[in-house]
């Protein structure tokens, strides 16, 4: 298994450039991208044409491109490469503390965080830095965490045939700590146990105690 060392970064790595995308049927190109955000400046009260704001539309595209580079993002293909000789290894992998930077589908609001991930193979394993890879790529895009949760557990199910699945996220909604109710410091925390994670309840608590250890 390959140790999680930094790589590129998922927008780097995706199969489409940049030039490419803006040939993808019914998306906008991206100099109607850049007026749509000259649009939201002048709504929001201030002059798009002032010096400050002149390079903001192209910054907020580029921004974009980065924060979604998810719907460009194969989990089957982030999940394809497994490797057999694992000596006859049959007990659980998991990752803790994968970072989580996601928005938030009704408001576009961040929310930030961390997910845990664990499955329990069955005879073949995946490289470790390619499960940070699949949260990557389910969390570039626009999310609920209840979606992105049941997404991460679906894939790692489907693509590895494994006996079970266990993830876990706890992350803060900007939606919720900036605006509307203005409460801070409360956490979001999603769950979903597939398999012989949600069957064996030892096993079970013995993932929640990995979570939670310091």
Known sequence: MDAVTPTKTLLEQCSCAADDLDRIEGRP??????????????WAGDNPDREGLLDTPQRVVD???EWFAGYQGDPAKALSRTFEDVQGYDDMVMLR????????????????????????????VVGL????????????????????????????????????????????????STRGVHH??????????????????????????????K
């Open 29 to 42: 190109s991206r100099e109607q991208a850049m007026a749509a955000v000259r649009t939201l400046l002048a």
């Open 184 to 213: 801070h410091d409360v956490s979001t925390i999603t769950t979903q146990f597939r398999g012989v994670f949600k069957t064996d309840k030892v096993l079970q608590q013995r993932f929640m105690d990995l979570v939670t250890r």
């Open 63 to 65: 921004a974009y491109g």
């Open 97 to 124: 503390g994968i970072e989580v930077q996601s928005h938030c589908e009704h408001h576009m609001a961040p929310f930030l965080g961390k997910a845990w991930v664990a499955y329990m193979p069955t005879g073949k």
């Open 129 to 176: 830095s390619k499960l940070a890879r699949l949260v990557e790529i389910f969390a570039k895009r626009l999310q609920t965490q209840e979606t992105m949760t049941m997404q991460i557990t679906d894939a790692i199910e489907d693509h590895l045939s494994a006996a079970g699945v266990a993830v876990l996220i706890d992350a803060e909604h900007q939606c919720m």
